[in-house]
């Protein structure tokens, strides 16, 4: 039996948040002391455009990590311009330095929107200049090679808000994951609740990457936080351990369900949930299964020989979803 996801409580985790840095309306404490307020753990800090260090706010209940979030825009319609916002989180405390960085959303977001200080601004230092705002799967590429030259992780948000058909995310690389659910696009209507078929696309395209499910909070208000998150299973609980966690893949995307363990052994794979009304494998190709009704707490699918990666979403009675990466065959086989 070879375990892919513990069962166990896990540690909640928001890993895309804005603050008064960029368009945000609450300070990166504010923000903190929210989510604290509501049994979240960690919380990864991604303005537009900005990125400084906010270890100073970790303490033995909770762990800030390092991003900030990228953009690169086609300029066209106002209603349907084309846009690859992507999350950028730091491996280490003191690495704040940002690549990537479009001159114009730079400008826009520390000089025009916030008036920043020649303080606070060397806080969030750009690396090898302005980059090609060019709004192209090339660009994004190399933008994203040049972040992970640096360790960076890097995760693609919101695709449909961003206008994005298939030729915008189909050769995407370096990516460790894509935002599933981002909540406040949701809760605005711009987003569906589920982007899985964008998932399996970029799957089925040969991209190994897994699911998030984050809030993209700017106003810590109902309608824009505590929907879309991810539990966590680091080692410990300090910035080396979650992030450690977060590249290997030991968590899941939920909006509320609660997904208690995957396992394989053999062709079999185990799958714990709870209070489901359904949960689904799926697959790279048709071979998929739905189990609907009243799912037991354990449920066990039989995987053809074929199947190259498999992920689960469990759908509980509240219509709340749960959601795990993918996994690959040469993790299972
Ligand atoms: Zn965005
Ligand atoms: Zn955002």
């Known amino acids: 039996m070879k375990v892919l996801l513990p069962d166990g409580a896990g540690y909640k985790a928001n890993l895309h948040a804005h603050t008064t840095q960029s368009d945000g309306h609450c300070t990166p404490q504010q923000v903190k002391d929210y989510y604290r307020a509501h049994g979240y753990s960690i919380l990864a800090y991604t303005d537009h455009l900005f990125?400084?260090?906010?270890?100073?706010?970790?303490?033995?209940?909770?762990?800030?990590?390092?991003?900030?979030?990228?953009?690169?825009?086609?300029?066209?319609?106002?209603?349907?311009?084309?846009?690859?916002?992507?999350?950028?989180?730091?491996?280490?405390p003191d690495a704040v330095g940002m690549v990537g960085v479009s001159e114009r959303f730079?400008?826009?977001?520390?000089?025009?929107?916030?008036?920043?200080?020649?303080?606070?601004?060397?806080?969030?230092?750009?690396?090898?200049?302005?980059?090609?705002?060019?709004?192209?799967?090339?660009?994004?590429?190399?933008?994203?090679?040049?972040?992970?030259?640096?360790?960076?992780?890097?995760?693609?948000?919101?695709?449909?808000?961003?206008?994005?058909?298939?030729?915008?995310?189909?050769?995407?690389?370096?990516?460790?994951?894509?935002?599933?659910?981002?909540?406040?696009?949701?809760?605005?209507?711009?987003?569906p609740d589920d982007m899985g078929i964008i998932y399996d696309h970029m799957l089925k395209d040969g991209q190994k990457l897994y699911c998030f499910a984050n809030d993209d909070v700017h106003r810590c208000i109902e309608s824009d936080s505590l929907g879309g998150f991810n539990v966590m299973y680091p080692d410990k609980l300090d910035y080396q351990s979650v992030f450690e966690?977060?590249?290997?893949?030991?968590?899941?995307?939920?909006?509320?369900?609660?997904?208690?363990?995957?396992?394989?052994?053999?062709?079999?794979?185990?799958?714990?949930?709870?209070?489901?009304?359904?949960?689904?494998?799926?697959?790279?190709?048709?071979?998929?299964?739905?189990v609907t009704g009243s799912p037991s707490a354990e449920t066990v699918f039989e995987l053809n020989e074929h199947v190259k990666y498999f992920r689960v979403t469990v759908e509980d009675f509240d219509g709340k979803k749960a959601f795990s990466r993918a996994y690959f065959s040469e993790e299972f086989k």
């Not at 609660?258 to 949930?273: M, P, S, W």
């Open 51 to 92: 990125m400084c260090d906010r270890t100073a706010l970790n303490d033995e209940n909770f762990v800030a990590l390092n991003g900030y979030e990228n953009c690169l825009h086609d300029g066209g319609a106002a209603n349907a311009d084309k846009a690859y916002h992507i999350n950028f989180y730091s491996p280490s």
């Open 106 to 191: 730079y400008d826009f977001f520390n000089k025009v929107l916030r008036e920043k200080s020649a303080e606070e601004l060397a806080l969030s230092p750009i690396l090898n200049g302005f980059c090609n705002p060019e709004h192209s799967v090339a660009n994004a590429n190399e933008i994203i090679a040049e972040a992970n030259k640096l360790g960076y992780l890097a995760v693609y948000n919101h695709p449909v808000w961003s206008c994005h058909e298939p030729k915008d995310y189909l050769g995407l690389k370096g990516l460790l994951g894509m935002e599933i659910v981002n909540y406040a696009s949701y809760r605005e209507g711009a987003e």
């Open 245 to 290: 966690c977060m590249k290997k893949g030991a968590f899941y995307a939920s909006t509320g369900a609660r997904l208690r363990g995957i396992a394989v052994d053999g062709n079999k794979v185990y799958v714990g949930a709870e209070n489901a009304r359904s949960v689904r494998l799926s697959t790279d190709g048709r071979f998929a299964k739905l």
